[in-house]
Nanobody, 121 residues
Framework: QVQLVESGGGLVQPGGSLRLSCAAY????????MGWYRQAPGKQRELVAE???????SYVDSVKGRFTISRDNSKNTVWLQMNSLKAEDTAVYYC???????????????WGQGTLVTVSS
């Protein structure tokens, strides 16, 4: 089994910053692409940012220039640095690893439990 554990959400004022962390635990040999999704009330879950194992990055247009995704393969950890936060960034943020190779040679997909980010004055 593989577990993704997120942390770092909270309440922040517009224009502020937060850093989300997601650590993967379990019998992991390697992790491919990792991503951050978010789901706002009444809306569909959307992909915010993703990063490949080779550190290629992509972002949804609405967060470009404000959010930065990074990872440390040796720690099986991914971060999302969020700057210049806006009210419309309010959502539950989920970490995702769609292709985790375990030490017994299985491929698994994993989601974190979600962490709430609220941007409000």
């Amino acid at each position: 089994q593989v577990q993704l554990v997120e942390s770092g959400g909270g309440l922040v004022q517009p224009g502020g910053s937060l850093r989300l962390s997601c650590a993967a635990y379990g019998s992991i040999f390697s992790i491919g692409t990792m991503g951050w999704y978010r789901q706002a009330p009444g809306k569909q879950r959307e992909l915010v940012a993703e990063i490949t194992s080779g550190y290629g990055r992509s972002y949804v247009d609405s967060v470009k220039g404000r959010f930065t995704i990074s990872r440390d393969n040796s720690k099986n950890t991914v971060w999302l640095q969020m700057n210049s936060l806006k009210a419309e960034d309010t959502a539950v943020y989920y970490c995702n690893a769609p292709r985790v190779l375990t030490i017994d040679n299985r491929y698994l997909a994993a989601w974190g439990q979600g962490t709430l980010v609220t941007v409000s004055s």
